[in-house]
């Protein structure tokens, strides 16, 4: 069942969204060759804490940290550890926050240093044109595939692949809820855009293949074929406004 929003609770989803947008903004800026992952992870909790809220990923249906950081091949649900990045690596940070009792979710994929491949590069840009492109046909009386379907069209007129596996989703008082938002789909198909629906979009896009597998740790999903990957993701309500983006600072 998707649960529609009242004003009111879009204005406190747009409170944890604002802490989400802050903490990436912190984690983005410490990005560079030499960095931990797990140091990334510890300064968005404390970020996280200290803005009065929880870490929506800590312990939820197990997951071990804060933050999604997933490096280059891995797509997304990478766990922070000991891995020092590197110079030309891509790496995808997902934060979410829950602020009495609703959440918020973001992610932002970076390059790491400056010596970034053109490739790369325009898989970087890619990946924010996709998520640009779908957040603006999230408007009351559109259908839920003319978001997935813009997600889908952008990425492969570049000759990119997006993820099948793993979707987008709905968001409110449970991180995860109806619907799923699709990186690929056709227009004029799926549930009705309706104003209060708040929908977490995140295109997932692959230089390589579409096929993903996870690794043994049982959360990290890489490429098949271990080519790069590139994550966006906004909390977005559906208003009579058009869309609004939650996850801004």
Known sequence: MIVLKTPEEIRLMREAGRIVARTLE????????????LELDAEAERLIRQA????????YRGYPASVCVSVNEEVVHGIPGPRRLREGDLVSLDVGACLRGYHGDAAVTVPVGEDLSPRA???LAAGRGALAAAIEKA??????????????SHAESLGFSV??????HGIGQAMHEDPQVPCFGRPGTGPLLRTGMVLAIEP???????????????W??????????????????????????????
């Open 26 to 37: 912190a984690l983005v800026a410490m990005v560079r060759p030499g960095v931990r992952t």
């Open 52 to 59: 009065g809220a929880l870490p929506s990923f800590k312990g």
């Open 121 to 123: 590069s325009r898989l």
């Open 139 to 152: 408007q009351p009386g559109n259908r839920l595939g003319d978001v997935s379907h813009a997600i889908q």
């Open 163 to 168: 993820v099948r596996d793993y979707a987008g």
């Open 204 to 218: 997932m896009l692959n230089a390589g293949t579409e096929e993903v597998e996870v690794l043994d740790d049982g």
């Open 220 to 249: 990290t999903v890489v490429t098949r074929d271990r080519e790069p990957s590139v994550h966006f993701e906004h909390t977005v309500a559906v208003t009579d406004e058009g869309p609004v983006v939650l996850t801004l600072p």
